[in-house]
T-cell receptor, first 113, second 115 residues
Framework: AQSVTQPDIHITVSEGASLELRCNYS??????LFWYVQSPGQGLQLLLK??????LVQGIKGFEAEFKRSQSSFNLRKPSVHWSDAAEYFC???????????FGKGTHLIIQP | DTGVSQNPRHKITKRGQNVTFRCDPI?????LYWYRQTLGQGPEFLTY????????KSRLLSDRFSAERPKGSFSTLEIQRTEQGDSAMYLC?????????????FGPGTRLTVL
């Protein structure tokens, strides 16, 4: 069965510092990978997705993620965080857009002034 | 494009009561998904529809849960004889056609509290 592990429950970063959120997946075939962000009272918003091709994908709000098949990882990065980035971040995997997504437990990002 | 909407946003009920939630997907999206999210967890897939046909159900969807999408537009999720363990956020998502590269767009969710 497919699964997603987000090892960090909470991460605290100073505003302006760089960010990396870790995601490891388990999937038997070629995975389709996603990062979503969830702010209080808001729905899940897609940051970026990877299906194939270039393993470094660019998303919205200055985020990027790199797919590393050898490490079964899809880590999310941002060079300089803003206070508005404080939210819950979820990594998800599926075998295709038609399937239900399997999410990790999320990483809560706290931004220090 | 007004996004996925869900009603009500909050529901408080007593154990044993029935509740029904509604999801309106993005117009012309053929796929509609239901997820459940409990505190401190990521969303868990429950079921999905292709137009009006319910194509997959998770083992999480017990017999007390039923979902419909009668005309291939809005969907309802009903929980009968609610239990305290049903307390969660229920999320709806839609996607254009269910193609391999489609994105699922999520609504704001309905938060259910069972007393």
């Amino acid at each position: 069965a497919q699964s997603v592990t987000q090892p960090d429950i909470h991460i605290t970063v100073s505003e302006g510092a760089s960010l990396e959120l870790r995601c490891n997946y388990s999937y038997g075939a070629t995975p389709y990978l996603f990062w979503y962000v969830q702010s209080p009272g808001q729905g899940l918003q897609l940051l970026l997705k990877y299906f194939s091709g270039d393993t470094l994908v660019q998303g919205i709000k200055g985020f990027e993620a790199e797919f590393k098949r050898s490490q079964s990882s899809f880590n999310l990065r941002k060079p300089s965080v803003h206070w508005s980035d404080a939210a819950e971040y979820f990594c998800a995997v599926t075998g295709g857009g038609a399937d239900g997504l399997t999410f990790g437990k999320g990483t809560h990002l706290i931004i220090q002034p | 494009d007004t996004g996925v909407s869900q009603n009500p946003r909050h529901k408080i009920t007593k154990r044993g009561q029935n509740v029904t939630f509604r999801c309106d997907p993005i117009s012309e999206h053929n796929r509609l998904y239901w997820y459940r999210q409990t505190l401190g967890q990521g969303p868990e897939f429950l079921t999905y529809f292709q137009n009006e046909a319910q194509l997959e159900k998770s083992r999480l969807l017990s017999d007390r849960f039923s979902a419909e999408r009668p005309k291939g537009s809005f969907s309802t999720l009903e929980i009968q004889r609610t239990e305290q363990g049903d307390s969660a956020m229920y999320l709806c998502a839609s996607s254009p056609s269910g193609g391999a590269t489609d994105t699922q767009y999520f609504g704001p969710g309905t938060r259910l509290t069972v007393l």
